[in-house]
C-alpha cells in the first residue's frame, strides 16, 4: 500500500517541482478534502454516529469525540478533534467536574505519540539469541498468528512442566481494565507473580495519610477554600497531580492564599509562591517536626479536631513533657504521646540547622500556617517520602493536617469520593488445582520478607517493590521466571540503577514486550506486540479526584488503531486465551466468556467485543438507569460514550470525623494502625519490631515507631568524594517518561523553569559552578556510587548550593530516533536512573528517588 | 469593524507553555519556529530567587514595523486590527524579521517538517518512517495536520517565506477564539474587540494598569499584560540602614 | 585586455569555474533553500547581504565618479567616464546576483511592481537600484555609440548620478528606520552608506585601472592617463579621510553611550578580530590605506595605489559585514529562549559561493567589456 517512492528523485526534478507547486492550489485541494470530511466518509459506522452528536461550530471540518489522557497519572477526561479519521487536536472535557476544558501542556504531545512513526506497526520476533544491553536483537515482523501461537506454546509447556509460578506479568500504565491481564489471567495460568510498576515513583506518599486517618490514596485538595497551601516536593503546576485543574485555578488562589513551597530547587509551582523554602535533601521531616511544635507551642491547633487541655491552658511547652491525662482529645487520638515522644524538643532551631533553612521563615511559615487554621493544608508530594525513611517523614508532613483540623475539611486535604464502578466477575471456579496451588507460592520481589514490610494499608507483604523484582530474577530468589509477559511499562529506564533490569531481563528465556515503541525493554524481549494508545485507541476507563470531585473517565477508540495494534489489557489477554483453548487449556477463554455485554446479555466472540463489554460491565452502575446510585445521572450506554466522563456527587465534608479507617476511627498522631500492622510482620517472622526497624534500615525504636517522627535521611556516598546530593523532578511535558520521542517534547523543554530546549541540563548554582570551573554549556559526566550519565551543565541560581538538579525524562537509548541520538546504541541526554541507587522505603516498598545518593560532576 | 486585542493576566499564568504547543498543533507550525514563545528570566541570588514567565505573540501593532517596511505588502494590517501576512507576495527579504522589535517574525529556511519528509525506518519492516506514517493518514506535512489552518496565509507555509502569529485569523472568521486562549488552561489569555467598551479586554484594561513590551517605541502593540507573574505577599517593612 | 595574452584563457577558465561553481550553488539554494547559510532566525541576514551592500554601493560610488564628467562636466576625466560606468553596471549586475540568491522567494518579486509599498525602504531601495541599471545601460549604449552630449544622453547622466545619491541613503535607511535596533536607528546609516559607497567605488576604479593597466601593460596610457589618476588618488584620499572622521565621531558615540543595545554591540566577538575599541577592518582596511595615502611616495606608485585601494575595497566588504552581524549578533525578546546570548558566524561554503558567482558575474562583465566594448579612455567622437 505505501508505495516506495524512487529515491532518486533527480535534482532537477525537484527544483522544477519546488518552482511549480503552487501554495492556492494546495489550499483548494486541502479545502476541497475537507468538505468531504464534513460528512465524516472516513469515520468507521460506529464513530461516525459517535462524531454526528458531536458539537462543531460553523465551518469545523471534524468532531470532538471524548477519551481519557494518561500523560501522567492526573487522568484527566479530554475530547479529541478528528478529521477524516485523524486526530488533530486534543482539550479538556468540559463535562467533567474534575478537570473541565482545561488542559496541561503534555496533552498535546499524546499527537505526537500516537502517530509517532517508531511505534511497532505489527508483531515482531527477536533474531538475534544473544540479549545484552549492546546486543541488536534483530527484530523482523511476523503474524499476530505466530506471535500468539509461540506465546501458548510457552505457557502451555510451563503447565505441563507444573512450573506456572514460574509465569510473570509485568504491569506498567494501566486502566481499569488491568484484572483481566494482571489479575485473572495470571491466575487462572496460575502464578503469584503480577507485579506492578506502582511503587516506582508512589506509594510512600499513601502511607502518611494511611497510618494517620487510614486512606492509601492521592489526596485532593480543597484549595479554592484554602488559605495556606504548604507543599512538601510536590509541583502541581508541572507534575502530578491534577495538573489541569490546578492550573486553571491557581491564578486565583496565588491572590487569596499564602503558599510555601518546601523543595530544592525552584520549581514551576514554587516560581509563583510566597514563601521558597529550598530545605535541604532530606530534611523535611525536622521541618514539619518544627512546624509541628510550634502549632502546638503556640496553641495554633484546632481546638475542634483534636480537642484541648481539661483546664484550658497550654501546656505543650519546650522541652516539658505533658500529662496525657490533661488534655481531652475530640477526633484525633495520641496528641500528647506525639509531643511527648517526638516534638517537645523539635523547636524551630533546632530544625534550622538540619533543614538549611532561615530560623525566621521557619517560625514565619509555621506562624502563618497555624493562624490559617483548618484552611489549611499539608500537602505531601514524592519530594519529602520517596526516601530511604519517607515512611515516617511522609506521616509527620501529613499530620499537621490533623493538628490544623483540615482533615476533611473546607480548605484542607480531602479524599476520593464515592464512585459506583464494579469489578469483573470472580474467577475463582476456573482455577484449576495446580493454579490455586502455585499461585500462593512468595513472589519475585520479596515483600513481606523480614526486611521488607511493605505494609500497604496495614497489611504486611501487600505492596509491591518493583524495582526489586530485578533481583529476584537475577538471583532466581525465590525461583527462576522462565515466561514474563509485561504491557506498558519500561523498567530497565524507568527504575532506579537500571542495569540490573537490564542483566534481570537478558536471564528471561522468554520474554513477550506489548508496547507502543521499541523501548530499552523491549531491547531484551523475545516477542514484541504492538499496542494501542491509550487516548486515541483504547477501550477502558479510569477515575481520578480534585475540585471536590471524583471522576470516572472512559477511553475509546476515537480512531482506528494505527497499523495492527491492539488493546493490552483485554484483546490481547483474548487472543491469547483463544490460543491457549485450542491447545487444551480453555480456563481462561471460558473465563472471559463470562463477560457478557450487560445490554443484550450476549457473550463476546472476538476480543473486539471483549473489549467493549468489560468496560460496559464495570461501569454499568454509572450509565444504566436502572442501576442509578449516585452522580451524574446518564441515560444509557451511547449517551456515556458521548459524554465520556461520569462525575461523583459534591465532597462530604467532616464525614470522616471519628469514621476513619484507623484502629481508633480516629486520627491517629499515634497510630495503632501501624502498631498492628508492624506487630502482625514482626510476629510473622518471630522478631520484634525493633528488629524489623534495624533490619529495614529506620531509626526509630520503641514506642517513637508509631508516631510520625523525623529520621535522618540516609544517602549513598562519601561527602567528600560525592560532594554534591542529586536532586531528581519531573518535566511538564513527561508523558511518563514515554514522550522524549515527540520533537515537541524537546522544541519547548524550556518551560521547565531552568531547562533548556532540545537539550538535558543539569542545573548547577553558580557558586558550586565556579569551583568546579564550569559554565553553562559545558558537557559534563555526574557519577553516583552506583552509575554516571552524560548532560549539559546549567548555571541557575534556583538551586540550592551543594545539591544538582535534573529532570528525569531524557536518556533514552531506544524508543525512538528523537529520545535516543543513535537509535539502539547512545541515548540523548542522561537518565537520572542511572545515578540514582536501588534502594527502598521499605514500610511502603517504594523506590527512593530522592535524597538518595551524591554525586560527583566531571567536565567531559 | 472590531479592534482585536489580547490581554495577558500574569497572574494567572502558570508558565506552562501550553499556549505556544497548542499554536504548534492548531497553525501547523514547523520545528524552530515559535508563533507563541515567551520571555523568561530567572531574578535574584539563592534562596532569595524566583523565576518570571511572560508569553509573547505577535504584538498586532498598529504602527507595525514589519508592516511599513515590507516592500510588497505581503505584511498588511487587516481592518480588524490583525497583522497579517500573505506567503503569496512575500519575496522572502526578511526585512520584516529584522524590523520587528518583538522577535516574533521567523523565516521558512527550507521546506518545513522536514522530520515527517524521511523515508527511513527505526525497524525496516517493523516500524514506518515518518513520511510512510504521514501517508498512511492521508494527511499533508504532519499526521496531525490541521487542514482548517487556511485563510489568506497558508495551511503550512513553504520555505522561503517567513511566518507569525495571525491571531488565528481563520478561527475569528468562525467565530472561534485563537487557540491558544482556548488551549490556555489557566485562562491568562483573553480576547476580544478593544473598540468595544464593554468587551472583556476593555473592562480588564480600565481596571488595571497594563503594560506592553517596548512601548517605547511607538508601535502600539495590542498584546496587554495585567498584574504580575508572582504576586507574592511580604510582611510589611521599612527596610533599614 | 589583449587576446594573446597567455594569462586570459586561464583567467576566462577560473572564471568560468566560478560561474558553474555560481550556478550550481545557486541551484542548490533554489531546491534546499538557505538552510544552506549559516543564518538563523537572530543572524537573518549574512555574507550575501553584505556582498550586496558592498556592490551595490561600489557601483553607486563609481556612478557618482562618473558625474564628474558626465554631469559636472570636468572635461580631463571625460575619457574615463564609459569605463566607470561599465564598472558601475558590472558592479550592480554582482550585486544583483548576491541579493537574487539571498531572497527566499524571488519568483514573488512580481509583487513589487504588483503591490508596492512606498513607505517600504527595501521597496524603494529595489526600485531605485532596478530603475539606476536602466538608466546607467541606457547612458552606457549612448556612450558606446558616441553619443555624450545630447540632451537624452545627458538626462541619462543627470538621473543616474541623483539615483546613485539616493540609493545608499536607502540602503542606509533600511538599518536606519529599525526602531528595535538602536544601533542603526537614525540618518546616521544613510550617511556613512553614501560615503562608503564614494570610498569603495572610488577604491574599486584605482583598483581596476591599475590592475588592469599592469596586466594589459597599455591602460594607463600616457602622461595624461597618469595625471588624471593622480587626481583619483587624491580624490580617494579625501574620501577616506572623510570616512575616517565619520568613524572616529561613530566609534567616539557608540562608546559613551549606556544605551543597553549598544552595550551588547561591544560585547560582540568581532569577527576580524579586534585592537581595542576598533575593529581590525576598521584598522587594517580604512585607517592604514589612509595613512599610505598620506604618504607621497605610496600614493604616487602604481604597487603603493594598488594596495591602498585594494585594502580599502575589501576592507568595505569587511566593514559591512561586521556592522551587519554586529547588529544581529543578539536575539530580539524572546528569540533569547532558544538562542545563545549571542550568535556567532562564519559564512557556510554555500554563502562563500554566493560570494565567488557575485564577483565572478562583475568580473566577467569586466573582462568581456574591457574586450568588447572598448572602455580604454574613450571619450567622446
Known amino acids: 500500500m505505501e508505495r516506495e517512492q524512487g529515491k532518486s528523485k533527480t535534482f532537477m526534478s525537484d527544483l522544477v517541482n519546488d518552482l511549480k507547486i503552487s501554495r492556492r492550489s494546495f489550499v483548494k485541494a486541502t479545502a476541497a478534502t475537507g468538505a468531504a470530511l464534513a460528512l465524516g466518509t472516513g469515520l468507521t459506522p460506529d464513530l461516525r454516529a459517535l462524531a454526528q452528536t458531536g458539537k462543531a461550530a460553523g465551518g469545523d471540518m471534524g468532531q470532538w469525540i471524548a477519551s481519557t489522557c494518561q500523560g501522567c497519572t492526573s487522568w484527566c477526561s479530554k475530547e479529541v478533534y478528528v478529521v477524516n479519521g485523524r486526530a488533530i487536536k486534543v482539550h479538556g472535557n468540559k463535562r467533567s467536574k474534575v478537570n473541565g476544558s482545561a488542559s496541561c501542556p503534555r496533552a498535546h504531545l499524546a499527537l505526537q505519540q500516537v502517530y509517532d512513526p517508531d511505534r511497532i506497526k505489527t508483531p515482531m520476533k527477536r533474531t538475534n539469541r544473544k540479549k545484552g544491553r549492546n546486543e541488536d536483537p534483530k527484530f523482523v515482523p511476523i503474524s499476530w ?262 482533615c476533611d475539611n473546607v480548605g484542607g486535604t480531602l479524599v476520593n469520593n464515592k464512585e459506583y464502578t464494579v469489578g469483573f466477575p470472580s474467577f475463582e471456579e476456573f482455577l484449576d488445582e495446580a493454579a490455586k496451588k502455585s499461585s500462593k507460592l512468595a513472589k519475585i520481589d520479596h515483600r513481606g520478607r523480614k526486611d521488607f514490610p511493605c505494609i500497604t494499608s496495614g497489611k504486611p507483604g501487600s505492596s509491591v517493590v518493583t524495582n526489586r523484582a530485578a533481583d529476584g530474577i537475577l538471583k532466581a530468589d525465590p525461583y527462576d521466571i522462565k515466561v514474563a509477559i509485561a504491557y506498558m511499562n519500561n523498567f530497565n529506564f524507568s527504575c532506579t540503577q537500571p542495569e540490573r533490569w537490564n542483566q534481570a531481563l537478558a536471564k528471561i528465556p522468554f520474554l513477550v514486550h506489548i508496547t507502543t515503541n521499541a523501548s530499552e525493554f523491549s531491547w531484551f524481549a523475545d516477542i514484541l506486540l504492538p499496542d494501542t494508545h491509550h487516548l486515541f485507541e483504547k477501550w477502558g476507563w479510569v477515575k481520578s479526584s480534585a475540585n471536590g470531585y471524583r471522576h470516572v473517565t472512559l477511553m475509546q477508540p476515537v480512531i482506528k488503531p494505527m497499523w495492527e495494534s491492539k488493546i493490552d489489557e483485554t484483546e490481547i489477554p483474548w487472543l491469547i486465551s483463544e490460543k491457549l483453548a485450542q491447545r487444551g487449556f480453555d480456563n481462561m477463554l471460558r473465563y472471559f466468556k463470562t463477560i457478557k455485554d450487560p445490554e443484550t446479555g450476549k457473550e463476546p466472540a472476538n476480543e473486539k467485543e471483549f473489549a467493549v463489554y468489560c468496560v460496559k460491565l464495570t461501569t454499568q452502575n454509572l450509565w444504566d438507569p436502572a442501576k442509578y446510585q449516585g452522580g451524574d445521572k446518564i441515560n444509557g450506554w451511547d449517551e456515556f460514550r458521548k459524554a465520556g466522563v461520569w462525575n461523583s456527587a459534591p465532597y462530604p465534608f467532616r464525614k470522616r470525623w471519628s469514621d476513619m479507617k484507623t484502629k481508633t476511627k480516629k486520627f491517629e498522631f499515634y497510630s495503632e494502625t501501624l502498631k498492628a500492622a508492624l506487630e502482625e510482620h514482626a510476629k510473622k517472622h518471630n522478631t520484634t519490631v525493633d528488629d524489623i526497624l534495624e533490619v529495614s534500615g529506620y531509626q526509630a525504636r520503641g514506642e517513637r515507631a508509631f508516631v510520625p517522627h523525623y529520621e535522618e535521611p540516609s544517602t549513598l556516598g562519601d561527602e567528600k568524594e560525592y560532594p554534591f546530593l542529586f536532586v531528581d523532578h519531573k518535566s511538564r511535558l513527561n508523558r511518563e517518561g514515554r514522550s522524549a520521542n515527540c520533537t515537541w517534547y524537546h522544541e519547548f523543554k524550556d518551560v521547565d523553569p531552568g531547562d533548556a530546549a532540545w537539550d538535558d541540563v543539569a542545573k548547577i548554582n553558580p557558586l558550586d559552578a565556579m569551583k568546579l570551573g564550569l559554565k553553562t554549556g559545558d558537557k559534563i559526566r555526574i557519577t553516583s556510587p552506583t552509575g554516571k550519565l552524560e548532560c549539559t551543565a546549567k548555571l541557575w541560581e534556583g538551586v540550592r548550593p551543594g545539591t544538582v538538579a535534573k529532570c528525569y525524562g531524557q536518556g533514552h537509548w531506544v524508543y525512538g530516533r528523537v529520545a535516543s541520538k543513535v537509535f539502539g546504541k547512545e541515548p540523548r541526554g542522561g537518565n537520572n536512573n542511572e545515578v540514582l541507587p536501588a534502594v527502598y522505603d521499605r514500610l511502603s516498598g517504594a523506590t527512593v528517588r530522592h535524597a538518595a545518593t551524591r554525586v560527583k560532576i566531571e567536565k567531559v | 469593524m472590531p479592534r482585536y486585542a489580547m490581554v495577558i493576566d500574569l497572574q494567572r499564568c502558570v508558565g506552562c507553555g501550553g499556549c505556544s504547543i497548542a499554536c504548534r498543533n492548531e497553525n501547523n507550525v514547523t520545528e524552530g519556529i515559535y508563533w507563541s514563545n515567551k520571555i523568561t528570566e530567572t531574578v535574584g541570588t539563592f534562596p532569595n530567587v524566583r523565576y518570571h514567565y511572560i508569553p509573547t505573540l505577535c504584538n498586532h501593532c498598529s504602527n507595525a514595523p514589519c508592516v511599513r517596511g515590507c516592500p510588497t505588502r505581503a505584511m498588511h494590517k487587516l481592518a480588524n486590527g490583525i497583522t497579517m501576512h500573505d506567503p503569496d507576495k512575500c519575496i522572502g527579504c526578511k526585512y520584516c524579521e529584522f524590523n520587528c522589535p518583538y522577535g516574533v517574525i521567523y523565516f521558512n529556511w527550507e521546506k518545513p517538517h522536514k522530520f515527517w519528509r524521511s523515508e527511513e525506518a527505526a525497524i525496516p519492516g517493523g516500524t514506518a518512517s515518518p513520511k510512510e506514517e504521514v501517508e498512511k493518514v492521508g494527511a499533508k506535512g504532519t499526521p496531525y495536520f490541521n487542514p482548517e489552518r487556511s485563510g489568506i496565509s497558508a495551511a503550512i507555509r513553504p520555505k522561503g517565506v517567513v511566518e507569525k502569529c495571525t491571531f488565528c485569523d481563520h478561527r475569528i472568521a468562525k467565530k472561534q477564539l485563537p487557540y491558544c486562549v482556548e488551549a490556555c488552561p489557566a485562562n491568562a489569555r483573553v480576547f476580544g474587540d478593544l473598540s468595544d467598551p464593554k468587551s472583556e479586554v476593555s473592562v480588564l484594561l480600565g481596571k488595571f494598569h497594563p503594560f506592553r513590551l517596548r512601548e517605547e517605541l511607538g508601535t502600539e502593540p495590542h498584546i496587554f499584560y495585567i498584574r504580575g507573574y508572582n504576586p507574592a505577599r511580604y510582611r510589611a517593612t521599612k527596610g533599614g540602614v | 585586455m589583449n587576446g594573446k595574452n597567455g594569462l586570459y584563457p586561464i583567467w576566462l577558465g577560473v572564471l568560468g569555474i566560478a560561474l558553474m561553481a555560481g550556478l550550481v550553488a545557486a541551484a542548490f539554494i533554489f531546491m534546499q533553500g538557505h538552510v544552506l547559510f549559516n543564518a538563523n532566525d537572530v543572524l537573518i541576514w549574512t555574507l550575501p547581504l553584505g556582498v550586496y551592500i558592498f556592490l551595490a554601493l561600489a557601483s553607486s560610488g563609481l556612478t557618482l565618479l562618473s558625474a564628474l564628467p558626465l554631469v559636472f562636466g570636468i572635461k580631463k576625466y571625460e575619457p574615463f567616464a564609459k569605463r566607470l560606468v561599465f564598472l558601475a553596471i558590472a558592479t550592480l549586475c554582482g550585486g544583483f546576483v548576491s541579493i537574487g540568491l539571498e531572497l527566499g522567494s524571488i519568483f514573488h518579486m512580481i509583487y513589487i511592481m504588483l503591490s508596492p509599498n512606498l513607505s517600504s525602504p527595501i521597496w524603494w531601495m529595489g526600485a531605485i537600484y532596478s530603475v539606476e541599471l536602466a538608466v546607467l545601460a ?29 540609493a545608499p541613503l536607502m540602503i542606509g535607511s533600511v538599518f536606519g528606520l529599525t526602531e528595535s535596533r538602536a544601533t542603526y536607528f537614525g540618518p546616521m546609516m544613510s550617511i556613512y552608506c553614501l560615503l562608503m559607497a564614494f570610498l569603495s567605488g572610488t577604491a574599486l576604479f584605482i583598483l581596476y585601472s591599475m590592475v588592469a593597466g599592469r596586466i594589459t601593460a597599455k591602460a594607463s596610457s600616457g602622461e595624461y592617463a597618469a595625471v588624471v589618476y593622480d587626481d583619483f588618488t587624491l580624490i580617494l584620499t579625501y574620501a577616506a579621510g572623510i570616512v575616517v572622521a565619520f568613524t572616529l565621531l561613530k566609534i567616539a558615540i557608540e562608546s559613551s553611550t549606556t544605551i543597553p543595545a549598544f552595550l551588547v554591540y561591544h560585547s560582540f566577538e568581532h569577527l576580524f578580530g579586534s585592537i581595542g575599541v576598533f575593529g581590525s577592518e576598521v584598522i587594517l582596511g580604512l585607517f592604514l590605506p589612509f595613512v599610505l595615502l598620506l604618504i607621497p611616495a605610496v600614493r604616487g606608485s602604481v604597487g603603493g595605489r594598488i594596495l591602498a585601494s585594494a585594502l580599502i575595497f575589501v576592507g568595505s566588504l569587511a566593514r559591512h559585514m561586521e556592522i551587519l552581524l554586529a547588529g544581529q549578533s543578539h536575539p530580539v525578546g524572546p528569540k533569547a529562549e532558544q538562542f545563545p546570548q549571542y550568535v556567532q558566524y562564519v559564512p557556510s561554503v554555500w554563502e562563500l559561493l554566493v560570494l565567488v558567482f557575485a564577483l565572478a558575474v562583475m568580473m566577467l562583465l569586466f573582462t568581456l567589456g574591457e574586450r568588447y566594448l572598448k572602455l580604454n579612455e574613450a571619450s567622446a567622437n
Open chain 1, 145 to 406: 498468528d505466530e506471535a500468539l501461537n509461540t506465546i501458548a506454546d510457552r505457557i502451555m509447556e510451563l503447565r505441563k512442566n507444573n512450573e506456572t509460578h514460574k509465569y510473570l506479568l509485568l504491569r506498567g500504565r494501566y486502566t481499569y481494565m488491568r484484572d483481566i491481564i494482571y489479575d485473572a489471567m495470571t491466575k487462572i495460568i496460575g502464578s503469584p507473580n503480577n507485579i506492578s510498576h506502582s511503587a516506582i515513583c508512589a506509594e510512600a506518599e499513601k502511607f502518611g495519610p494511611f497510618y494517620t486517618e487510614g486512606y492509601w490514596d492521592y489526596r485532593q485538595y480543597d484549595v479554592l477554600n484554602t488559605k495556606y497551601i504548604l507543599i512538601w516536593g510536590a509541583d502541581p503546576l508541572a507534575a502530578n497531580r491534577q495538573v489541569s485543574y490546578y492550573s486553571s485555578v491557581w491564578g486565583d488562589i496565588v491572590g487569596k492564599a499564602t503558599i510555601a513551597v518546601v523543595e530544592p530547587r525552584l520549581s514551576a509551582t514554587a516560581a509563583k509562591a510566597d514563601e521558597w523554602l529550598p530545605v535541604k535533601p532530606g530534611q523535611d521531616g525536622a521541618l514539619a517536626a518544627a512546624i509541628a511544635h510550634v502549632l502546638l507551642t503556640k496553641g495554633l491547633w484546632s481546638k475542634e479536631f483534636v480537642g484541648d487541655f481539661k483546664d484550658g491552658k497550654n501546656l505543650f511547652v519546650a522541652g516539658q513533657e505533658v500529662d496525657p491525662e490533661t488534655f481531652e482529645e475530640k477526633h484525633t487520638y495520641g496528641i500528647v504521646r506525639f509531643w511527648n515522644l517526638e516534638l517537645k524538643d523539635k523547636t524551630p532551631e533546632w530544625a534550622a540547622e538540619r533543614a538549611g533553612l532561615p530560623l525566621e521563615q521557619i517560625k514565619r511559615v509555621a506562624m502563618d500556617y497555624g493562624r490559617a487554621g483548618s484552611q489549611s493544608m499539608s500537602w505531601v508530594g514524592g519530594g519529602p517520602v520517596m526516601q530511604v525513611r519517607g515512611a515516617y517523614a511522609s506521616m509527620i508532613c501529613h499530620c499537621l493536617n490533623g493538628i490544623t483540623g483540615a
Open chain 3, 138 to 166: 541606457l547612458k552606457f549604449w549612448k556612450m558606446h555609440t558616441g553619443d555624450y552630449h545630447s540632451s537624452f544622453s545627458k538626462l541619462m547622466g543627470t538621473v543616474s548620478f541623483v539615483l546613485a545619491l539616493i
